[in-house]
């Protein structure tokens, strides 16, 4: 297998760390400073600082340099990724294409493979999701993620030449599953950041974990997921991860609304643009996810995390 990796932000550099212990691999970035810089300090100082890019890997901006990659991983954000396939409909033709992202499209409500699905003629289109922070793959730490492939044949294949010394990879035929956990877990951790930021406790975390667990079931079984996807590595296992440490960017926007402070607008969040992605259709969907929407109105600055819970808490009591 022969991989390139378009996007050279933090998750893009740290799969192409591992994946270059495999053999070559050509990382490209749109930028062509960061990729001329990530050549001549082997390091990419921006997204993952502090870890030397190995020999095996190339950094262009040369799109032609992926010439002869069969297999291109698509680690941009969520809500860049169908710009960047327009962009780059020529290279991307005829190759296996892995999307690296985790989210749901403002404008369309739809996940990674829908949205390549859309935009692309071909459809060779997959998904590597689950539980995974970048220093931590990049670092050379044990991760286990999920690759989801409609084709299992397809996804057979990418199982075995995307795992590494430390990436295992699990696969599944549930698209829509993988994606939805990988995207609705982010929104979870924004609650839970919020919750533990605004002194609420441990006990108050678990309660929106495990509800939150609840509603990301309940969205992704109405949308035609299997429950034991939700309960795997793209779903209980990277909610369980984003939503109880500090590396999580969506954690960390959370624990700001929590604490009243200000967040770099800067950094990716894809929980935020997913939460209204969901929040606007959920009613159409007929669908209840109260916490998505308590997610969306703190972001809004239309509720405290306080104001917040005890609409949670007032809810009508029911079975679990
Ligand atoms: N950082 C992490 O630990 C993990 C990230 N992910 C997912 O990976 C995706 C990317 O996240 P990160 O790499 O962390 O973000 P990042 O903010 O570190 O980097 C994003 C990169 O995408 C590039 N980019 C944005 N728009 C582009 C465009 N139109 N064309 C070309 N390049 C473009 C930026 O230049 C930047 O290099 C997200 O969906 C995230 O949820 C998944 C698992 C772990
Ligand atoms: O997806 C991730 C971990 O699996 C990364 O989480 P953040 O995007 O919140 O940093």
């Not at 998750?11 to 760390?17: D, E, P």
């Not at 294949?157 to 990988?182: E, F, K, P, S």
């Not at 919750?195 to 035609?224: C, F, H, K, P, Y």
Request: charged residues 20%.
């Amino acid at each position: 297998m022969n991989i390139g990796i378009l996007g050279a932000g933090a998750f893009g550099t740290a799969l192409a760390i591992s994946l270059a212990g495999n053999g070559p691999v050509t990382l490209w970035a749109r930028s062509h400073t960061q990729a001329a810089a990530m050549r001549l300090n082997r390091e990419n100082a921006q997204h993952l600082p502090g870890v030397r890019l190995p020999d095996a890997l190339s950094a262009t901006s040369d799109v032609t340099h992926l010439a002869d990659c069969d297999t291109l991983l698509l680690a941009v954000p969520m809500q860049q990724l169908r710009g960047f396939l327009n962009d780059h409909a020529q290279t991307l033709a005829d190759r296996v294409l892995v999307a690296c992202c985790k989210g749901i499209e403002l404008d369309s409500g739809h996940g990674p493979i829908d949205v390549m699905d859309s935009a692309l003629a071909h459809r060779r289109n997959t998904l590597l999701t689950g539980p995974s922070f970048a220093h931590d793959i990049a670092r050379g730490l044990p991760t286990a993620l999920t690759l989801a492939s409609a084709d299992d044949d397809l996804g057979r294949i990418l199982q075995q030449g995307l795992t590494t010394a430390n990436l295992r990879l699990y696969r599944t035929t549930d698209v829509t599953g993988a994606q939805l956990g990988g995207a609705l877990k982010n929104v979870m951790a924004i609650a839970c950041g919020a919750v533990i930021g605004a002194g609420l406790g441990d006990s108050a975390r678990a309660a929106l974990m495990t509800r939150g667990n609840a509603e990301m079931q309940r969205m992704a079984i109405a949308l035609g997921a299997r429950a034991e996807t939700l309960a795997g590595l793209s779903g209980l296992g990277d909610l369980v991860l984003t939503c109880t440490s500090d590396q999580s960017r969506n954690y960390r926007l959370g624990l700001s609304l929590g604490r009243g402070e200000s967040f770099d607008p800067t950094v990716t969040v894809e929980g935020a643009a997913t939460a209204r992605a969901v929040a606007a259709r959920c009613v159409d969907w007929n669908l209840d996810m109260p916490i998505t929407n308590a997610v969306v109105a703190m972001l809004d600055n239309d509720l405290t995390i306080h104001d917040a819970m005890a609409q949670l808490l007032a809810r009508p009591l029911k079975e679990e």
